[in-house]
């Protein structure tokens, strides 16, 4: 069926009283930014409903970018009529027949915006009942939780018909959250991680640290790629590209071996503190879990966090790795995180990392180091980019990839 808009209901921000306005307007930023790719596109957010004019664009593509959209409880396509009584009964029964299989129920949701209408609400109910009824076989109706419930829309451009729901996101709409920097590896947990920020709001910007020639291009473009991913539930992530060969060098040069990890993650979250201020970010998310690894058990990150008051915030800190895991194939990263490329968090790891680090220790030895130098040089060296929904970073080595995944 060709569809004439897409119809979609609120979740959470409903609740936003005062500022519900507010979250109204970033969420129909979200979905036109999401969206840009389609041509002749009308986006419209009301104070109950979103609506998405189509004009002619595919009505399926929409749908599958709108349900990564947060801040969207759900949505229905639906097909505009005139108010002609014989073309409403007419759209309704192709469309209940086109999802209908033998044993089904059925009601009708009349709402009628334009009160001059003919019909009132209860007998647009009764008129499309007696319609479906007479029209599908064995078809039988249900008032509570109905297989199929058509909604019928009366408003003052026409009559707009919807026969089925689909599942949004949920969550707040990006944006409403503030501002923060994500610490983004090429692994499992971050991306993850980057979801739930999103989720709750929170405009995130990417922070991955690069370190030629011990990680490679491929390496990069993954990260670049996984971002892309993200980008669905946003429309769009800046990827702050930060070169830290040098840092990482000159920490295994001057370091005690068993501190190598523990001084590296505290000038990976100095440098994410610096990239967060320039771009007035309020705080920072990693990938953390608490437990999984040398560097993420409480004495590891009591040392690394010593080097600032900005909040570290870690959705993953109580999940295990099969819920991280699970997540990951939900949201469509985990065959892009299992590539096998490394990323600087892995190269230079010691065979007996520090999993209780003194920090009094971890400061000396910090001390070995010119911290402020190496630094500048670093953020003197950074690339931004502006990554979007559905950007390949891959593409190039397709049949690589393909065997590898």
Do not use: W
Not at 381 to 390: Q, T
């Amino acid at each position: 069926m060709e569809y004439s808009e897409i119809m979609v209901r609120y979740g959470e921000l409903s609740t936003k009283g005062k500022n519900k306005k507010d979250f109204i307007k970033q969420l129909g930023q979200n979905v036109r930014k999401a969206l840009s790719e389609f041509d002749g596109l009308e986006v419209k957010a009301q104070h109950d409903r979103l609506h998405v004019t189509l004009n002619g664009a595919d009505s399926s593509a929409v749908m599958e970018r709108l349900r990564g959209v947060f801040g969207i409880e759900n949505f229905s396509p639906s097909v505009k009529v005139d108010k002609d009584l014989d073309s409403i009964k007419e759209a309704a029964v192709a469309m209940v027949k086109e999802v209908f299989e033998p044993g089904m129920t059925f009601k009708i949701n009349t709402r009628r915006q334009d009160k001059e209408f003919k019909y009132d609400t209860y007998q647009m109910n009764n008129i499309m009942g007696d319609t479906i009824l007479d029209n599908v076989p064995g078809i039988s109706v249900q008032m509570k939780h109905p297989d199929i419930e058509l909604r019928v829309e009366v408003r003052m451009n026409g009559v707009y018909l919807s026969g089925k729901t689909i599942q949004g996101a949920g969550g707040l709409p990006v944006g409403t959250g503030g501002k923060a920097v994500m610490m983004l590896s090429g692994g499992i947990d971050s991306p993850v991680a980057s979801y739930y920020a999103m989720r709750r709001g929170v405009k995130i910007d990417m922070v991955h640290f690069f370190s030629p020639p011990y990680t490679s291009e491929q390496a990069l473009a993954k990260a670049k790629e996984l971002t892309a991913k993200l980008a669905g539930y946003s429309g769009g992530i800046q990827f702050i590209q930060v070169p830290f060969t040098k840092i990482q060098e000159t920490i295994k040069e001057k370091v005690p071996e068993g501190y190598l990890m523990t001084v590296q993650r505290r000038l990976m979250l100095r440098l994410t503190v610096a990239v967060a201020e320039m771009r007035h970010a309020k705080g920072i998310f990693n990938g953390e879990s608490l437990g999984q690894v040398a560097s993420q058990t409480l004495d590891s990150m009591q040392a690394i966090n010593d080097v600032t008051t900005m909040p570290i915030l870690r959705p993953l800190l109580s999940l295990d790795k099969t819920e991280i895991i699970k997540v990951a194939e939900d949201i469509d990263t985990y065959d892009l995180s299992i590539l096998p490329y490394e990323d600087c968090c892995t190269i230079f790891t010691p065979p007996s990392p520090k999993t209780r680090p003194d920090l009094e220790k971890t400061r000396k030895y910090e001390g070995y180091i010119d911290v402020e130098g190496l630094m500048k040089e670093a953020l003197d060296g950074i690339v931004i980019s502006e990554i979007r929904p559905g950007d390949n970073y891959l593409n190039q080595n397709e049949d690589v990839f393909a065997e590898l995944l």
